[in-house]
């Protein structure tokens, strides 16, 4: 059982203060800085399933980080819930009156809780759907369940209009398409006309579930804000999708958004401003706030191209669009810090991009720009950031046992050997998966060696997807030092999938042929399995 602490701040502080101290105000700072979450048998939510599958599409979270919040210092972090247990405790720490909790549902859909400190909070599961009951006060289980209910209640099919339109591209590449574009276009073009009829509907009822909640008394004025915001800013990220997706959509399928925004916006206070710092700490506002700094400061960077003989792509040149925030005069200091810390991440997370003196040089401008040691210090743990460079890939094997390429290579150098790199997270790996285990199906193990590097960051994911994945065979290294090594531009590996071939302790391929492409990887281990 794994005990994790987290911060929400409440997104809006909306009744003022008495000048005068009550006897409630003095029970309010009695109250421990703490909100307990019980998960009776809990299920696990974050793999979506296709209509009838019994295995899933594809896994948000692989390590069941299944609880989504935003800690006390503007990072997005997930607490872990163990499946295993009958019953499983987390301890959310906070100091702030309320506290936002986040849970994954059907894989890509979050369910959204507002807790106040002190409260204990039951989930119990019918099926998969997690219910919530707040032990220590009394609250209209419709309001603390509203996420779940509203779906159940509105949605015409298994998601909401909504949530289908703003997470369509996701569902529809995992869900149904792979990575057919073609199909994708097709089926999204088929589904358009049915989500703008249903998302008119389904809009008309939450509102007026809502509204009645508001007016029997069910729902205090801060939790009907929060809801309110919500469905605000949840509709800005559709009318953002819908004009990325579809920069030719007419004005008639935007209205119909743009009206239920300004009806949204007619909820909310008159004097309440739509950004703010506090919002920050909203995972709905959030998500708005980094779509809006991605949209305006990438077309202000360049890009980074990388090709290799088999591939070839390009990636926004992170560090220019991080100093073009920089210089922005219409953005708050926070506001700055959030999306300054967003690119540094993403310079770290696509690493084999940038060089390594480019990343220690970011890192460092932003820790000594904001002095902010708890997102500098998440960084380095996050990624597994280190601050020297080595010459060799350093590799662990899943007892823990350390070697390197140089060293592997040279005690199979009587062999051949092909090269997986891989990551847990890398869709385009996992999908070469099946076709790597038929591939060594063809081959004596006396013939060709099979070696899979993952580039994740920690153990837990790495071992988590070799065994959902069911990869028994060939020999499995996890690289310690990815991105720190010299090895790795020196190989041109920006990028995974990746894979090559080693024969007589030489590299004689260094952009191989994928697994899927049998016949030609299988005619490329031939040309040195006839030298042997």
């Known amino acids: 059982m794994k005990h994790t602490s987290f911060l929400f701040l409440c997104l809006l502080i909306l009744l003022s203060c008495s000048d005068k101290p009550s006897e409630t105000a003095i029970e309010e700072k009695e109250k421990p800085n703490q909100i307990t979450l019980i998960f009776k048998n809990p299920v696990q939510n974050g793999a979506y399933y296709k209509p009838n599958a019994t295995k899933p599409s594809f896994y948000t979270t692989q390590t069941g980080d299944e609880i989504e919040f935003i800690d006390d210092n503007l990072i997005t972090q997930r607490l872990h819930i163990d ?37 204990t909070v039951l989930f119990d599961y019918e099926g998969s759907k997690p219910i919530a009951y707040v032990q220590n006060r009394s609250e209209e289980f419709r309001v603390t369940n509203f996420d779940l209910i509203e779906g159940d209640s509105i949605a015409t099919s298994e998601f909401t209009a909504a949530m289908f339109i703003e997470k369509q591209p996701l569902l529809n590449y995992f869900g149904e398409n792979g990575n057919n574009l073609e199909e994708y276009k097709q089926i999204r073009k088929k589904k358009e006309e049915v989500n703008l009829k249903n998302f008119t509907q389904e809009f008309d009822k939450k509102m007026e579930m809502l509204q009645s909640l508001k007016v029997k008394g069910l729902i205090d004025k801060r939790q009907y804000q929060y809801r309110v915001l919500n469905q605000y800013f949840q509709l800005a ?47 709905r506002y959030t998500s708005y706030f980094i779509r809006s700094i991605r949209a305006e400061f990438n077309k202000k960077a360049d890009y980074y191209e990388y090709k290799t003989e088999a591939s070839g792509g390009r990636i926004t040149n992170y560090p220019q669009a991080y100093d073009s925030v920089q210089v922005a005069r219409h953005l708050s ?48 743990d996050k990624y597994n950031i280190k601050f020297s460079i080595d010459n060799d890939l ?80 060939g020999l499995h290294f996890r690289i310690d030092n990815a991105g720190y090594t010299t090895k790795m531009e020196e190989l041109n590996i920006p990028a995974l999938p990746h894979y090559m071939i080693y024969h007589n302790g030489q590299l004689v391929k260094k952009d191989a042929p994928r697994p899927s492409e049998k016949d030609k990887l299988i005619a490329e281990f031939n040309r040195y399995l006839g030298d042997q």
């Not at 030719?248 to 739509?274: H, K, M």
């Not at 993403?346 to 940038?354: R, V």
């Not at 401008?365 to 960084?379: E, G, I, P, S």
Request: aromatic letters at 14%; one cysteine or more; proline letters at 3%.
């Open 394 to 473: 350093k590799l662990i094997n899943t007892e823990g046992e350390s070697t390197s390429l140089e060293a592997l290579v040279a005690s199979k150098q009587d062999k051949v050997i092909y090269v997986d790199f891989w990551a847990s997270w890398c869709t385009p790996c996992i999908k070469e998966m099946p076709y790597s285990k038929e591939i060594q199906t063809e081959f004596d193990s006396d013939q060709l060696i099979y070696v899979y590097l993952s580039a994740d960051r920690k153990d837990l994911p790495w071992e988590n997807s070799m065994k959902r994945h069911e990869l028994n065979t």
């Open 237 to 283: 990220e559709i009318i953002a999708v819908e004009k990325r997706l579809n920069p030719e959509i007419e004005t008639n399928e935007t209205n119909i958004y743009t009206e239920a925004i300004n009806r949204v916006r007619s909820e909310l206070p008159t004097s309440f401003n739509l950004r703010n710092d506090s919002l920050l700490y909203s995972n």
């Open 83 to 119: 499946f295993e247990a009958e019953i499983d405790t987390v301890i959310v720490k906070s100091q702030r009156e309320w506290v936002e909790v986040s849970l994954y549902y059907k894989g890509v859909d979050q369910l959204k809780y507002l807790f106040q400190k002190g409260d």
């Open 333 to 380: 200091q926070i506001e700055k810090m959030k999306a300054q810390y967003y690119y540094v991440e993403y310079i770290f997370k696509d690493a084999g991009y940038f060089p390594i003196e480019t990343r220690w040089e970011y890192l460092n401008k932003f820790k000594n720009q904001y002095q902010d040691t708890a997102m500098y210090n998440h960084l380095i």
